[in-house]
């Protein structure tokens, strides 16, 4: 069994992308952990050299400067990233601005015998409901407008950790494929009627989040426990760690 690690960083000067110094402390950080047989840093320039690519989606993420386009990205280099990995290996991927706490890395090593039976593990957004967060259009091609997705919490796509087999290539490749019909990941407006709840679309994260749930594949174990182990969801974009910071400010709060 092999374990991978994956995060993404990227200079372009748009909306959230400036990632790559905070990418490359989160690879630090996880190779303190000596948890990880591999630990790979995409960027920006990668995506660029991968002609296939970047011929196809380069001009869409160009002209769409918000998460690099859309973070169309993301499913992308995941996909990419299970390609050269084997039945069995485990990966997780992260966005370059969370954090590792390497004293609480057992949280992290239970996840890891969690996701060989539970095939995926992640975490949601705490008091999100689907219902705010898609627009209609994705949610009737995905055939899920029924309360029981709609009224469930948002599932993050910020973190995420697969189990290799048939079953999560599978959901990895349509997350890819369905963000590549644009119109399910930007902000172009639904075109048929949004529901009275909604608020606005949450990208890459809506398709992740009601596929996810349509598979039916991932654990009732969180990969943060509601932040409280091991990962932080700090949106940390640069390259100092901000973790004595959090501890010094949840003590007097």
Same mark, same amino acid.
């Given at each position: 069994?092999?374990?991978?690690?994956?995060?993404?960083g990227?200079?372009n000067?748009?909306?959230? %992308?400036?990632?790559?110094? %905070? %990418?490359?402390?989160l %690879?630090?950080?996880? !190779?303190?952990?000596?948890?990880?047989?591999?630990?790979?840093?995409?960027t920006?320039?990668?995506?660029k050299?991968d002609?296939?690519?970047?011929?196809?989606?380069?001009?869409?993420? &160009? #002209?769409?400067?918000?998460?690099f386009g859309?973070? &169309?990205?993301?499913?992308y280099?995941?996909?990419?990233?299970?390609e050269?990995?084997?039945?069995?290996?485990?990966?997780?991927?992260?966005?370059?601005?969370?954090?590792?706490?390497?004293?609480? !890395?057992e949280? +992290?090593?239970?996840?890891?015998?969690?996701?060989?039976? /539970?095939?995926?593990?992640?975490t949601?957004?705490?008091?999100?409901?689907?219902?705010?967060?898609? !627009?209609?259009? +994705?949610?009737?091609?995905?055939n899920?407008?029924?309360?029981?997705?709609?009224?469930?919490?948002?599932?993050?796509?910020?973190m995420?950790?697969?189990?290799?087999?048939?079953e999560?290539?599978?959901?990895?490749n349509?997350w890819?494929?369905?963000?590549? /019909?644009?119109?399910?990941i930007?902000?172009?407006?639904?075109?048929?009627? #949004? +529901?009275?709840t909604?608020?606005?679309?949450?990208?890459?994260?809506?398709?992740?989040? &009601? +596929?996810i749930k349509?598979?039916?594949?991932?654990?009732?174990?969180k990969?943060?426990?509601?932040?409280?182990?091991?990962?932080k969801?700090?949106? #940390? !974009?640069?390259?100092?760690?901000?973790?004595?910071?959090?501890?010094n400010?949840?003590?007097?709060?």
């Open positions: 069994m092999v374990l991978k690690f994956l995060t993404f990227s200079h000067g748009g909306i959230h %992308a400036n990632y790559i110094d %905070a %990418a490359v402390r %690879a630090n950080q996880v !190779k303190e952990l000596k948890l990880f047989d591999e630990i790979i840093v995409y920006g320039n990668n995506l050299e002609t296939e690519f970047w011929n196809k989606h380069g001009e869409f993420i &160009l #002209n769409n400067r918000r998460g859309y973070w &169309l990205w993301k499913p280099i995941i996909k990419k990233t299970m050269n990995m084997n039945e069995g290996d485990i990966l997780l991927y992260l966005d370059g601005g969370c954090e590792f706490e390497i004293e609480e !890395k949280w +992290l090593e239970y996840c890891i015998e969690k996701v060989k039976t /539970d095939k995926i593990v992640i949601d957004t705490r008091d999100q409901l689907e219902n705010k967060w898609n !627009k209609m259009d +994705l949610i009737e091609k995905l899920m407008n029924d309360d029981k997705y709609l009224n469930t919490f948002q599932n993050a796509a910020t995420s950790m697969y189990y290799i087999c048939k999560t290539r599978d959901l990895v349509e890819y494929d369905l963000c590549c /019909d644009y119109h399910n930007d902000d172009s407006p639904s075109i048929k009627k #949004n +529901l009275e909604f608020i606005e679309h949450r990208h890459d994260q809506s398709v992740f989040s &009601l +596929l349509k598979y039916g594949i991932y654990s009732d174990v990969l943060d426990d509601n932040d409280d182990k091991c990962i969801i700090y949106r #940390n !974009k640069n390259g100092q760690s901000m973790l004595e910071y959090y501890k400010k949840k003590q007097f709060t």
